[in-house]
């Protein structure tokens, strides 16, 4: 019994080769590139939806509900027949679902921050942005996922794009890329503020006048000039509807387009680089 004893007990004897192999400084693993760090996150980001089904829910239910009710609701009386306004407001309950659920990622942010979730990743040697980016990344399949939940719901009830598959399947490629960059804005918020209703709230005030009064639901044409001023020309959110219509449409609308790729790429360069300031100092 004692020969068991002494040998179990010099089993565990550290060899001065073996930890000398350990921690040699070669065995380190290299460091994650950018690119695999903020992909990582994007995974990350995805599990907590696999874990949390009910996520899902303005991705699936809630555009399914917008595009009914506006459709049957309103569809008689401002175009004639359901049909008919299904054709026009389709791709602008599009925008205005995908746009509304931007948010999240702000307040997905904020969750984190209370946590002390960010304040592990603040440790790790890794791309300082990536935990960020990771969270964009996740949030662009969501954003594919409800634009096409609404396209299938509208091609149910009969709505057909004129510019095929390969215009709406464009139509929802500048959609998710805009609001990839819209979100950079909810994830300053997501760091400045202090609670997650305070970025709900901030949230909704901007995004509920973006979304109605725009062009959506109706032709700006016939509104009152001086609103026509900020919906024409002022809303982003109207010259994103009018570059995605266009494009399911058949007919690319230049201008437009190269409106959303400037305010996109502005969206980043400034948000994104106030997101990294409060970041670093947060």
């Known amino acids: 019994m004692s020969t068991d004893t002494s040998a179990s007990s010099t089993a565990y004897v550290p060899v001065a080769e073996t930890l000398g192999t350990v921690l040699a400084p070669s065995s380190r693993p290299p460091r994650p590139s950018a690119l695999s760090a903020s992909v990582t996150f994007g995974w990350r980001a995805m599990l907590k939806i696999k874990h949390v089904p009910e996520q899902l829910f303005d991705v699936t239910a809630f555009p399914i509900m917008m595009t009914l009710m506006f459709t049957f609701l309103f569809g008689g009386a401002l175009a004639g027949s359901p049909g008919q306004y ?34 592990r990743f603040r440790t790790l040697p890794i791309w300082r942005p990536s935990p960020m980016v990771g ?106 509807v009018a570059s995605v219509r266009s494009l399911m449409s058949g007919q690319p609308n230049v201008a437009e387009l190269g409106w959303v790729l400037v305010a996109g790429v502005a969206l980043v360069a400034i948000f994104g680089s106030l997101t990294m300031r409060l970041y670093n100092r947060k």
């Open 86 to 119: 299904l054709q026009f407001v389709l791709p602008g309950i599009m925008v205005q679902s995908v746009v509304m659920i931007t948010m999240y990622t702000g307040i997905e942010v904020n969750k984190d921050i209370e946590r002390g979730v960010f304040d």
């Open 135 to 240: 969270y964009l990344l996740g949030d662009m399949l969501r954003y594919v996922m409800a634009s096409v939940v609404i396209l299938v719901v509208g091609l149910i009830l009969g709505f057909r794009p004129a510019g095929g598959i390969a215009g709406a399947a464009a139509g929802i490629a500048v959609l998710v890329g805009f609001s990839f960059a819209f979100s950079w804005l909810w994830t300053m918020l997501g760091l400045l503020l202090r609670s997650e209703k305070s970025v709900m709230g901030w949230s909704m005030m901007v995004l509920f006048p973006l979304t109605f009064l725009s062009n959506v639901f109706v032709d700006p044409s016939t509104m009152p000039g001086w609103l026509q001023v900020f919906v024409v020309h002022i809303n982003p959110i109207s010259h994103l």
